[in-house]
């Protein structure tokens, strides 16, 4: 037996005044949908989130063969359906918006890797920012994208011929990555997109894509038969989170050979007797402008050319050597051993004198806390943001940080970045 019942929210004279609903703007209606007391609901956008979220952190394992060095080519749609307004205020100002912030993290966790962005519009493809490590300059790309008009038809294999002439002759070592954002349910090629298909797959392109709008076939084909992810936004929040998924290195191939990399540790100009003096950098040589082309004597000199830099990393263009600094392999080195994922536990089960979250140190409350997280190695209660943040941005627990190192015992030496068999609590093992 079904029951049915029927609720009207206006009186007939408020409906008078009121316009039709195809005329109203654009309402996220289902975010109002909540839990009743009879434990009946639809699944929020946010629970969406957290799931998927907490669900890539149980996936993270160690001992796991990753590219750190990644090539990454964002392809964008710019044709005229990006002018809809389902995303605020448009779909274009809304993908560039949040694309700003993903370039920062993407360098920020992965720093000996490059970026490059493509964009599609006319039925037509065109590197707007070649393959680079400079965050800076790949942001100041995006926000001049916001001027430009979107017209006509994206044309997916286009762009795909152009992101296998770049990366096809990139090392074996790094990966090679595409992340496509489509809005658009067409594609304009002037061939059979299947043969593009293959050849990105026989040449190990892992292409990813993002539909704004919904699923299409040959979106979902070209990211199984490359090994990528496809996905469907539900609105702004998901797809930020669908973006952050793509931060951390993909596996490496399990027939990929390991191979040592050349790279080289620069010194400052003007220390310990290494200064050139008065010099241009070369990442400024080809940039148009005054305020960038300066000569001054700050900079990283090349230590095998001498060539001169302001910023790292970068490859060098006089001998091809790859300059880093110490702490950018360092922050390379948490994916190799990413944190253990916390224990779930049931408020309930929370001990009276940890009725607070270790890091934020807010009351667990029934309402807002469903989950109490729990360190497996100090037992130490956390909420469900700061879990989050622990395993995502700080990737070590404040717990195991704050207890001293068990020097006590034998054949035990500490270690703070979690490899070995270290006596200290880091939050790593």
């Not at 274009?92 to 970026?115: A, T």
């Not at 400079?134 to 008009?149: A, D, I, Q, W, Y």
């Amino acid at each position: 037996i079904h029951f049915y019942k029927r609720i009207y929210s206006r009186s007939m004279d408020d409906e008078k005044d009121k316009e039709y609903r195809w005329e109203t703007g654009y309402e996220k209606t289902w975010e109002a949908i909540q839990e009743d007391k009879d434990g009946m609901l639809d699944i929020s956008v946010q629970d969406i989130i957290q799931k998927a979220r907490r669900k890539r952190l149980a996936e993270r394992q160690g001992k796991t063969k990753l590219g750190m060095m990644r090539h990454l080519y964002l392809i964008i749609d710019m044709s005229e359906c990006m002018n809809n307004q389902d995303l605020k205020p448009t779909r274009l100002h809304c993908v560039l918006k949040l694309l700003e912030g993903f370039i920062d993290e993407y360098f920020y966790l992965n720093p000996i890797s490059q970026l490059g962005i493509i964009t599609t519009a006319n039925k037509r493809a065109e590197k707007v920012s070649d393959m680079t490590g400079n965050p800076r300059r790949h942001v100041e790309v995006v926000k001049g994208l916001k001027g430009k008009t979107c017209i006509g038809e994206p044309s997916l294999q286009n762009s795909l011929d152009m992101v296998i002439q770049s990366l096809r002759n990139m090392p074996p070592h790094a990966s090679r990555e595409v992340i496509v954002i489509m809005g658009s349910l067409t594609t304009c090629d002037p061939t059979d997109i299947s043969k593009t298909i293959t050849m990105a797959s026989e040449l190990k392109v892992r292409c990813s894509v993002i539909n704004l709008s919904a699923e299409v076939r040959i979106y979902r084909e070209l990211a199984v038969n490359t090994g990528g992810l496809h996905n469907v936004i539900l609105d702004d929040l998901h797809f930020k989170d669908l973006l952050a998924q793509h931060l951390d290195p993909p596996p490496s191939a399990a027939a990929a050979e390991s191979s040592l990399i050349r790279m080289g540790f620069p010194s400052h100009a003007g220390r310990e007797g290494e200064g050139g003096g008065l010099g241009m950098c070369l990442c400024h040589l080809d940039t148009s402008g005054d305020e960038s082309r300066k000569i001054s004597t700050a900079g990283y000199l090349c230590p095998q050319c001498s060539a001169k830099y302001c910023e790292l990393p970068v490859e060098c263009r006089g001998c091809g050597l790859t300059l880093v600094s110490a702490p950018h392999l360092a922050r390379s080195y948490h994916h190799l051993f990413p944190l253990p994922p916390f224990e779930e536990i049931p408020p309930e089960s929370v001990p009276a004198n940890q009725c607070s979250c270790s890091a934020c140190g807010q009351s667990f409350t029934g309402t807002k806390d469903r989950c109490v997280f729990q360190c497996p190695l100090c037992h130490q209660m956390f909420c469900t943001e700061c879990d989050l943040f622990v395993h995502e941005t700080l990737h070590t627990c404040p717990g195991c940080a704050a207890k001293p190192a068990r020097s006590s015992l034998p054949n035990s030496h500490p270690h703070t970045n979690g490899n070995g068999n270290g006596a200290a609590y880091n939050g790593v093992g």
